[in-house]
C-alpha cells in the first residue's frame, strides 16, 4: 500500500505479517476459511453415516472395558487402596473423568496432525497450497471440526455412563473444571501443529502420532493416580497439558479427591499453553519454508 505525505513523497507500507501466513489486514478471512474447512469436513463425515455413528459411539464403547475391569478386579464400584492415594474410591467416576479427555488427546495428535496430509490424500493440497490462504487455517479448521465431533461423542459417553452407572460429580466444580479443559486443550493445538508439520516431511506421520498418543496416554493419570508412576515419570507428566489438567478437573469434580499439589494449576497450564502453541507454529513454519524449498510438496 503506498500513502503520500504533505511533500509528495511516495511511502510504502509494509504490512505485518505472522510467520504463519496469517495477516491483521485479512484475519477476519482467515476465520472465514477455518470455518469452511470445519464445514467441508462435515459434509464428508455426514455423507458416510454409518461410519459418523461409529465415531460417535466409540467413546463409550471404549471406555466400558476399562470400567468393566476396574469393578470385576477391584470386586465392586469402591476401591480402598484408591480412596487411600486420592481420597476417592469410586472407581467409575475417576476413571470417566480420566478417560473423557482420550478423545480430545486423539483430537489434537490425530485429526490435527493428519489434517494436511489428509489434504494429500484427497489429491487437494497442491491446489491448496497457491491459494492466499494460511496453511495454517486448514489445520485449525480440522481442530475445530474435531473439537466439535469429539464433544458430541463425549456428551453420548456422558449420557450412557450415567444412566448405567451414576456419576458422583461435584455440579459446582463444572465451570472451573470447564475453563481447566479449555486450557488443556490450547496446548493439545500446539501438539497437533507440530505433528501437522512432521507429518509433511515424513509422510507417513502416524509414527509420530502414534508415539506421541501412546507417551501421553501412559504419562497422564486417566485410569491411575499420577503417584503410582515411578518419579521420573512424574516429573516428565509437567511438561504435557494433560496430566496437571486431569489432576485439576478431578479435584473441582469429584468430592474428597485429593491430588498431589503440583502448583498452581491455572498458572502451569497457561504456561504450557504459550510455550506449545508457540513451539508448534515456528516447527510449522520451518517445515512449511523447507517443503516448499526442496519441492516435496506433491511427493507422497
Same mark, same amino acid.
Given at each position: ?150 464433544? #458430541?461423542?463425549? !456428551?453420548?459417553?456422558?449420557? %450412557?455412563? @450415567?444412566?448405567?452407572?451414576? &456419576? ?5 466444580? +463444572? =465451570?472451573?473444571?470447564? #475453563?481447566?479443559? !479449555?486450557?488443556?486443550?490450547? %496446548?493439545? @493445538?500446539?501438539?497437533?501443529? &507440530? ?5 509433511? +516431511? =515424513? ?5 509420530? !502420532? ?8 501412559i504419562l497422564s493419570p486417566v485410569a491411575y493416580p499420577l503417584i503410582v508412576l ?5 516429573? !516428565? ?64
Amino acid at each position: 500500500m503506498n500513502l503520500k505525505d504533505t511533500s509528495g513523497k511516495v511511502h510504502k507500507l509494509r504490512e505485518v505479517k505472522c510467520p504463519t501466513g496469517f495477516t491483521w489486514s485479512n484475519i477476519k478471512a482467515e476465520l472465514r476459511a477455518i470455518w469452511e474447512s470445519n464445514i467441508k469436513i462435515w459434509k464428508l463425515d455426514l455423507a458416510y453415516p454409518i461410519s459418523f455413528v461409529r465415531q460417535c459411539i466409540s467413546p463409550f464403547v471404549f471406555l466400558l472395558p476399562f470400567i468393566i475391569y476396574g469393578l470385576a478386579v477391584i470386586g465392586g464400584r469402591h476401591s480402598e487402596n484408591l480412596e487411600r492415594l486420592v481420597g476417592t474410591g469410586d472407581v467409575v467416576t475417576f476413571v470417566f473423568t480420566g478417560y473423557m479427555i482420550i478423545g480430545f488427546i486423539g483430537t489434537a495428535v490425530w485429526a490435527m496432525g493428519f489434517s494436511i496430509r489428509r489434504e494429500q490424500w484427497f489429491g487437494t493440497l497442491e491446489s491448496l497450497y497457491v491459494t492466499p490462504t494460511s496453511r495454517l487455517s486448514l489445520v485449525l479448521g480440522m481442530a475445530l471440526h474435531s473439537t466439535i465431533h469429539q464433544s #458430541l461423542g463425549t !456428551a453420548i459417553e456422558f449420557a %450412557a455412563i @450415567y444412566l448405567i452407572f451414576g &456419576l458422583a460429580l461435584q455440579i459446582q466444580g +463444572i =465451570l472451573p473444571a470447564l #475453563l481447566i479443559f !479449555a486450557l488443556m486443550m490450547l %496446548a493439545l @493445538y500446539g501438539f497437533g501443529i &507440530l505433528v501437522s508439520a512432521l507429518s509433511l +516431511i =515424513l509422510k507417513e506421520g502416524w509414527i509420530v !502420532a502414534e508415539g506421541l498418543h501412546s507417551i501421553m496416554m501412559i504419562l497422564s493419570p486417566v485410569a491411575y493416580p499420577l503417584i503410582v508412576l515411578p518419579t521420573i515419570a512424574q516429573q !516428565a507428566s509437567s511438561v504435557l497439558p494433560t496430566a496437571p489438567a486431569l489432576v485439576g478437573m478431578r479435584a473441582f469434580l469429584i468430592e474428597n479427591y485429593t491430588p498431589q499439589v503440583v502448583g498452581n494449576i491455572f498458572l502451569h497450564l497457561l504456561a504450557l499453553d504459550v510455550i506449545w502453541i508457540l513451539f508448534g507454529i515456528f516447527i510449522f513454519y520451518l517445515t512449511d519454508i523447507y517443503i516448499r524449498k526442496t519441492g516435496n510438496l506433491a511427493k507422497y
